[in-house]
């Protein structure tokens, strides 16, 4: 502050003086009224929140910061020199509400000099960080939960579609068929929670997203109903953006079903498809973008739009506002999830009249190094090496395979593996478990392979957390996702074995 600014700011002089700074400034009265307030304060304000001299300050603020405005006034009352606080300003809808910290000096006779400090990118900065150690704790609990509960479900299902192939009567038949059904329902549950933890294995490739969003155009409208419009607008000159293709339709389904949830009687969805060149950091809503070249994707709807209070947390796992209608506020954290973990960012708008606004920015695909080609499979009368700690689980894979015509060895952990190896095992291929005890499947198959160079391999789990940030494909290793049908297994041992992953 200026030398001698807040000895006489109430006087013209003063006034003077404090109104031609670049600092939001005021003077107030004991009861809270504003005084004098200085360009800067107004900016900070707004045009919307009507802040004027002789208003009541406490009107711009919001709920929980007026207390906070009172026990400031009563201070200065008592001749005491209160402390700064932070506050809020009143939420206009669309916006975020700045977050100040306010510094009040004592002035004679009966006066308050305001130092207003802008501290919403403080608080934004903090809430990521608090959001993230959600996200952290999520995952945590979503991975654990996940290999234990996708081993169960591919005990399920593969036992189910197991004794489907065997001849029975039609009501077992139809309750089997009931069983294998549960398992995939589950299996669907666990992946969204998966995606909203951020704990996805990915295999990612270049996509042409036009290309994708022409393809998938009839699907979307009919996932939007009868009374549900579709707008497509696609830059032709769009780079590709790199993005695992089975997790983009997801994210494509997930946004329209919100859409169409958003717009019960009908409505239009625009979906924009461009590019943008960000020179600098940009907020959008609570989403930071950091500077570089995206591919934008936008998904705009004629809704009701999101009301302020959950607008700040719609993304966050198990927010949702159809909790009444079945909704599990997993739908667009796993889109949240997805895009955070393909390197992107999503930003959520609801302006004024304007319904909702999702905004993707992909990073654009650049030139990827050519994988080795992969070396040729060995002879078919090599053995199988399948290393599963879950016994259940290994009996039925074993059994499944075995009937395929493959020789099968088993092995409980990555310990015994390498044992059976060292004792003059040479497999065709290996499938093993992500996560076992001890050694994990990654790093079993490496060190497999510097005794059995080129080694086909495939991966299985529900929670690869060992795995993730490897290009799997580059190391020319197949991955299949827990749980898993009889039919899936055999499918992806013959690519994996044949080096068509």
Known sequence: MPPGAGRDAGEPGGWALLAALDLPMAVLDLGGVLLRGNPALRRLAGPARGLAEGRP??????????????????????????????????????????????????????????????????????????????????????????????????VIGGAAADALAAPTDAAITEDLRAIAAAADRGARLVRSLLGAARQQVLLPRPIALGAVLTEAAPLLRRLLGPAGALDLVLATEARPVLIDPAQLDQVLLNLAANARDAMPDGGRLRILLDEALLVRPTVIGATTIPPGRWVTLTFQDSGPGIAPEVLARVLEPFVTTRRAQGGTGLGLATVNGIVLQSGGHLAVESPPGEGARFTLFLPRAGQREAAPPPAPAPAQSAPLLLVEDEAPLRRLSERTLARAGHAVVAAEDAEAALDLVEQGLRPGLVVSDVSLPGMDGLALVRALRQQVPGLPALLVSGYAAAALGVDLRAEGIGFLAKPFSPPELLTACQKAAHGTI
Request: glycine residues 6%.
């Open 57 to 154: 300050l406490a009107a711009v603020l919001d709920a929980p910061s007026r207390p906070l405005l009172d026990q400031c006034l009563a201070e200065v009352a008592r001749g005491g020199q209160p402390a700064p606080f932070d506050a809020a300003l009143t939420v206009i809808p669309g916006q975020v509400a700045p977050r100040l910290r306010l510094h009040p000096l004592s002035l004679a006779p009966a006066k308050i000099l305001l130092r207003v400090e802008d501290i919403s990118a403080e608080a934004q900065a903090q809430a990521a960080a608090e959001a993230e150690v959600r996200f952290a704790v999520i995952g945590r609990v979503a991975g654990g939960i996940a290999h234990d509960f996708n081993n169960l479900l591919a």
